[in-house]
């Protein structure tokens, strides 16, 4: 055996699992079940990544060496990040919302895209399936009952998501104003009938629309026209050079007029959130 190698976790093939007397074990494939250690918070960590139903931790490959003939399980896991609930005051908050991030709050939280490349992914490989048998054959209704699943799996991750991003900010704030740039990543392939919107920032817009009405939280959206990425949020003028499409990849930037270094996204949340105080008629913080 080599003394290093690495297993792609592929369905589930990589997990935490119990063996027959009820003690954790790595399940790696080929090797079976392998007797591990490791701190508390690190095998609650791997124990959420094998459930399938916690869609919040995911093993995306182990790596195995051998060394002092000893042998170590280095996993590489992904872990999304839903902020805790902060202690005190409620926030009075400005969301950025769409584009490489879900979206940056004016306090700074960056919320991260979901990543769905396998869901995705489980979706194109049953549709291909399908269109390779002819239609209401058994195994094309088996691919077609996969395919369903599928699609099941990739709202349910996204809709688990955002709810807990939703219930998060809402819990935590009084007032919450957002601005919808509306711009969408799209996957598309040609063995699917329709391209998959992977992230859906109108859904996670409206979502929290919805939930601060019936949790009394005043909600307020800024118009599209609003410049809020090219207002510097310090001095309040606009920074032309910061108009047109072709300037989105522009991620930073210093005001040509205060000078002061701006990140793109929080600089638009803070704008965000003094456009809607002004709205309601309160003064800018
Ligand atoms: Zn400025």
Redesign the pocket.
Known sequence: MKSTFRIINNNNNVRITKDKNGYDKIKLAKLGLVKFKTSKEYRELLCRGSDKNDSSVKIKHVTVKRQHGKYYAVFNVEYIYVPENIIGPLMQVGIDIGCTKLAVLSNGTEIPNLDLENETDNIIRHQKTMSHHQKGSIRYLEAQRLYNKAWEKFLNKRKDYYNKLVNYIVKNSSFVVVQNENIIAWKSNKYLSHSIQLNAPRDFMDRLEKKCQQEGVKFIKVPRVFPSTQK??????I?ENLKGIENLGIRDWD??????HHDRDLNAAINILNKGLEIVGTTVQ
Not at 255 to 260: E, F, L, M, Q, S
Request: aromatic share 8%; hydrophobic share 0%.
């Open positions: 510097c949020s310090k001095c309040q003028k920074n005001c040509p007029y205060c000078h002061t």
